[in-house]
């Protein structure tokens, strides 16, 4: 096989993995094995950048980055759907259609109505064109490179598939993985999201697409529009759409009277807590698509289709007691425990309260009879109180004043909303929190120490801080609960092992509060060191690319401290890797300085990324997009006509990979 040949059967086997993963929810290898093909291809790609294919697996990571988003004009209009929210209405919708068609039997497919954004996707000749979001109807924004990331939607389609269409569905956020993120959120201090379905749609208008690649979204497809298409209901649209690839819910049903439909709904009302995804209804359509056509649209809506709302569920129960929860950054979490009661097919016990300010607003006193809803989160919330069942002798809540667990006073930063722990030092659960946090699998990943055996550690006195982790012994630890030599040893050595973890994930790990991830990487990127960054001034910090001023004060309060200071030094004694390792670039100059390219095609002497690195090493800026800002395309073979057009009417110099190697002299 020539290497053309291995690139494109990498790439197919890497396309049928996915699907059988992340559409039919089968996968048959590991994502070890998964890993390995993929890096193969990656490998092979960057050695043969003339084998480019934007819609390459290896695209899905993301990378490009969208300041402003382009208006395009849907070609077909997205319309909403009219609600029903009983059976009556669903019986009146049937009789206004059968007025119109007369009498004609009626086929309905019943979809779930899946809560997230929804988009509408294009495809020519099998591959993703285009996807855009439903904006007002009329028009939406292109993200397509956003939603190419989005690991079910095929970016190369199977099977007979029309030349061109356009499909639309929902994006949604699953429920587990919209936990993931908001408990990494809470582990680095932030607010979590409030529900999955803000986030999804949130997610769709982000600037870098290497973010979105980063969250769990899923495309759940219900609708296939185009002119050659070789079919005459919509249930059959859908499983066809399902054989080009298309994730399609297996719960869609084609039903022969509106009695099924009715069965579906009470069906789906119970088990749609099963899904792994939110709904909150069901869809009933018009099966014929002839029939579809005759009915035609109201001015805002299909007349032949209808959403049925499923009514949210909710309960009342006691109030027994607030409780309240310290996290690793020293925030006040109010907890509301009930009296056990059964909410959509689960027990409920505790709800949040989230702050003291959502206490007062609910007027929420213990003994109070309150309603707990299974909204958009996995926790329930309280929607309000019971006020007619309120006894006279209910106290109102007073916040408290002092920390449940260390009595110091609590303080509350002007504009925030939460309550704090200031004894960030004294703290139980704060200096538990911030070593548990420390080990975590994206942090320090020490292998062989829990959270657990951390709270035991601290109990037995024999850790304060992170920094203590590396004078533990195997004597030490031996003694202390579910031990034993093998397992004492392996955590020593785990320990000793994270003194090679890399710069950048030391500083995350050392949970300053705002730094996550991401930020933690720009930080490393730009100070190199410890020493850069703890001397860094706030305007030194501001002046980082996407560095706020919340972020740039945290940092500096967490140097300033003088505990952290012995911390840390303790940690470069140890050897914890406190800098980054640099590959020495002889070839770096500040020749591009306050110059912005933008690169387009296939290129000779470079591969993309050694091209875009070239740029950023001699000071350029590299851009996604041409625009007014753009002082350069460096166009290779096949720059695509619609950038030179764009270029050309923007009065962008132009210029070859020769141009380029001249310019840096
Ligand atoms: P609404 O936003 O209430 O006007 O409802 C219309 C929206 O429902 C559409 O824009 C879709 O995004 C969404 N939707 C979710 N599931 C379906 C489905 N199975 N069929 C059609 N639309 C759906
Ligand atoms: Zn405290």
Same mark, same amino acid.
């Given at each position: 096989?020539?290497?053309?040949?291995?690139?494109?059967?990498?790439?197919?086997?890497?396309?049928?993995?996915?699907?059988?993963?992340?559409?039919?929810?089968?996968?048959?290898? @590991?994502?070890?094995?998964?890993?390995?093909?993929?890096?193969?291809?990656?490998?092979?790609?960057?050695?043969?950048?003339?084998?480019?294919?934007?819609?390459? /697996?290896?695209?899905?990571?993301?990378?490009?980055?969208?300041?402003?988003?382009?208006?395009?004009?849907?070609?077909?209009?997205?319309?909403?759907?009219?609600?029903?929210?009983?059976?009556?209405?669903?019986?009146?919708?049937?009789?206004?259609?059968?007025?119109?068609?007369?009498?004609?039997?009626?086929?309905?497919?019943?979809?779930?109505? &899946?809560?997230?954004? @929804?988009?509408?996707?294009? &495809?020519?000749?099998?591959?993703?064109?285009?996807?855009?979001?439903?904006?007002?109807?009329?028009?939406?924004?292109?993200?397509?490179?956003?939603?190419?990331?989005?690991?079910?939607?095929?970016?190369?389609?199977?099977?007979?598939?029309?030349?061109?269409?356009?499909?639309?569905?929902?994006?949604?956020?699953?429920?587990?993985?919209?936990?993931?993120?908001?408990?990494?959120?809470?582990?680095?201090?932030?607010?979590?999201?409030?529900?999955?379905?803000?986030?999804?749609?949130?997610?769709?208008?982000?600037?870098?697409?290497?973010?979105?690649?980063?969250?769990?979204?899923?495309?759940?497809?219900?609708?296939?529009?185009?002119?050659?298409?070789?079919?005459?209901?919509?249930?059959?649209?859908?499983?066809?759409?399902?054989?080009?690839?298309?994730?399609?819910?297996?719960?869609?049903?084609?039903?022969?009277?509106?009695?099924?439909?009715?069965?579906?709904?009470?069906?789906?009302?119970?088990?749609?807590?099963?899904?792994?995804?939110?709904?909150?209804?069901?869809?009933?359509?018009?099966?014929?698509?002839?029939?579809?056509?005759?009915?035609?649209?109201?001015?805002?809506?299909?007349?032949?289709?209808?959403?049925?709302?499923?009514?949210?569920?909710?309960?009342?129960?006691?109030?027994?007691?607030?409780?309240?929860?310290?996290?690793?950054?020293?925030?006040?979490?109010?907890?509301?425990?009930?009296?056990?009661?059964?909410?959509?097919?689960?027990?409920?016990?505790?709800?949040?309260?989230?702050?003291?300010?959502?206490?007062?607003?609910?007027?929420?006193?213990?003994?109070?009879?309150?309603?707990?809803?299974?909204?958009?989160?996995?926790?329930?919330?309280?929607?309000?109180?019971?006020?007619?069942?309120?006894?006279?002798?209910?106290?109102?809540?007073?916040?408290?004043?002092?920390?449940?667990?260390?009595?110091?006073?609590?303080?509350?930063?002007?504009?925030?909303?939460?309550?704090?722990? /200031?004894?960030?030092?004294?703290? /139980?659960?704060?200096?538990?929190?911030?070593?548990?946090?420390?080990?975590?699998?994206?942090?320090?990943?020490?292998?062989?120490?829990?959270?657990?055996?951390?709270?035991?550690?601290?109990?037995?006195?024999?850790?304060?801080?992170?920094?203590?982790?590396?004078?533990?012994?195997?004597?030490?630890?031996?003694?202390?609960?579910?031990?034993?030599?093998?397992?004492?040893?392996?955590?020593?050595?785990?320990?000793?092992?994270?003194?090679?973890? /890399?710069?950048?994930?030391?500083?995350?790990?050392?949970?300053?509060?705002?730094?996550?991830?991401?930020?933690?990487?720009?930080?490393?990127?730009?100070?190199?060191?410890?020493?850069?960054?703890?001397?860094?001034?706030?305007?030194?910090?501001?002046?980082?690319?996407?560095?706020?001023?919340?972020?740039?004060?945290?940092?500096?309060?967490?140097?300033?401290?003088?505990?952290?200071?012995?911390?840390?030094?303790?940690?470069?004694?140890?050897?914890?890797?406190?800098?980054?390792?640099?590959?020495?670039?002889?070839?770096?100059?500040?020749?591009?300085?306050?110059?912005?390219?933008?690169?387009?095609?296939?290129?000779?002497?470079?591969?993309?990324?050694?091209?875009?690195?070239?740029?950023?090493?001699?000071?350029?800026?590299?851009?996604?997009?041409?625009?007014?800002?753009?002082?350069?395309?460096?166009?290779?073979?096949?720059?695509?006509?619609?950038?030179?057009?764009?270029?050309?009417?923007?009065?962008?110099?132009?210029?070859?990979?020769?141009?380029?190697?001249?310019?840096?002299?």
């Amino acid at each position: 096989m020539d290497i053309q040949e291995t690139i494109q059967s990498l790439r197919e086997e890497l396309n049928l993995h996915n699907h059988n993963y992340y559409v039919l929810d089968d996968p048959t290898i @590991s994502d070890y094995d998964f890993d390995v093909k993929l890096k193969e291809l990656q490998d092979l790609e960057t050695k043969h950048p003339e084998f480019f294919d934007e819609h390459s /697996p290896t695209q899905r990571v993301g990378g490009t980055v969208t300041k402003n988003f382009n208006t395009v004009t849907h070609k077909n209009r997205m319309y909403s759907l009219d609600n029903s929210y009983s059976k009556e209405d669903v019986l009146d919708w049937e009789k206004r259609i059968q007025k119109i068609l007369g009498d004609v039997p009626l086929e309905y497919t019943c979809e779930l109505k &899946y809560d997230g954004a @929804s988009i509408s996707m294009t &495809y020519e000749h099998g591959k993703l064109k285009r996807a855009v979001t439903r904006g007002d109807g009329f028009q939406g924004d292109e993200v397509t490179n956003n939603i190419k990331t989005i690991r079910s939607v095929p970016l190369h389609l199977k099977g007979d598939f029309p030349d061109n269409f356009e499909i639309r569905g929902e994006i949604v956020l699953p429920l587990e993985g919209f936990a993931k993120m908001n408990q990494e959120l809470i582990e680095i201090g932030e607010t979590p999201y409030s529900n999955p379905r803000n986030t999804a749609s949130g997610s769709l208008k982000l600037q870098d697409s290497a973010e979105v690649a980063k969250r769990p979204l899923d495309c759940l497809l219900y609708t296939l529009i185009g002119n050659d298409v070789k079919f005459t209901t919509h249930f059959e649209s859908l499983e066809k759409a399902r054989n080009f690839g298309f994730k399609v819910p297996k719960e869609a049903k084609l039903v022969k009277s509106i009695d099924e439909v009715f069965e579906f709904i009470e069906y789906w009302n119970i088990h749609r807590h099963d899904l792994p995804y939110e709904t909150d209804g069901v869809v009933v359509k018009v099966n014929n698509l002839h029939l579809q056509e005759e009915l035609g649209y109201t001015a805002k809506a299909p007349r032949w289709a209808i959403a049925y709302k499923f009514k949210a569920e909710q309960v009342s129960t006691k109030l027994n007691l607030i409780s309240y929860q310290v996290g690793r950054t020293g925030a006040i979490t109010p907890v509301a425990n009930l009296a056990p009661v059964q909410l959509a097919g689960t027990i409920v016990k505790r709800a949040s309260l989230h702050n003291a300010d959502q206490i007062e607003k609910l007027d929420i006193r213990v003994g109070d009879k309150v309603f707990v809803e299974k909204g958009g989160e996995i926790i329930p919330k309280i929607i309000g109180v019971d006020f007619t069942t309120r006894s006279l002798d209910l106290l109102p809540t007073v916040y408290i004043t002092n920390c449940p667990e260390c009595q110091t006073e609590l303080i509350r930063k002007e504009g925030e909303a939460q309550h704090y722990c /200031p004894n960030f030092y004294g703290c /139980p659960p704060q200096i538990i929190g911030r070593i548990q946090h420390y080990i975590s699998r994206k942090a320090m990943d020490i292998e062989g120490l829990g959270g657990e055996t951390v709270a035991l550690l601290f109990n037995n006195n024999l850790v304060q801080n992170y920094a203590d982790l590396y004078d533990l012994t195997v004597e030490q630890v031996i003694p202390l609960e579910r031990m034993a030599q093998k397992s004492a040893e392996n955590l020593v050595n785990g320990i000793e092992k994270s003194k090679e973890v /890399p710069f950048e994930r030391v500083l995350f790990a050392l949970g300053i509060r705002y730094v996550g991830e991401t930020v933690a990487k720009k930080l490393a990127k730009h100070y190199q060191n410890i020493d850069n960054l703890s001397n860094a001034s706030l305007m030194d910090l501001i002046l980082v690319d996407e560095i706020g001023e919340r972020i740039a004060q945290s940092v500096v309060e967490f140097f300033e401290n003088s505990e952290n200071q012995i911390i840390i030094q303790r940690l470069k004694d140890y050897g914890v890797q406190l800098e980054t390792k640099t590959v020495f670039n002889p070839d770096a100059t500040d020749k591009l300085i306050g110059k912005t390219f933008v690169v387009s095609g296939v290129f000779v002497k470079f591969n993309r990324d050694d091209l875009k690195k070239a740029i950023e090493d001699n000071g350029g800026k590299v851009g996604s997009s041409i625009s007014a800002k753009t002082d350069f395309v460096i166009a290779g073979d096949n720059m695509g006509p619609a950038k030179l057009e764009k270029a050309t009417k923007l009065n962008v110099s132009i210029i070859s990979e020769d141009d380029f190697i001249a310019m840096l002299g």
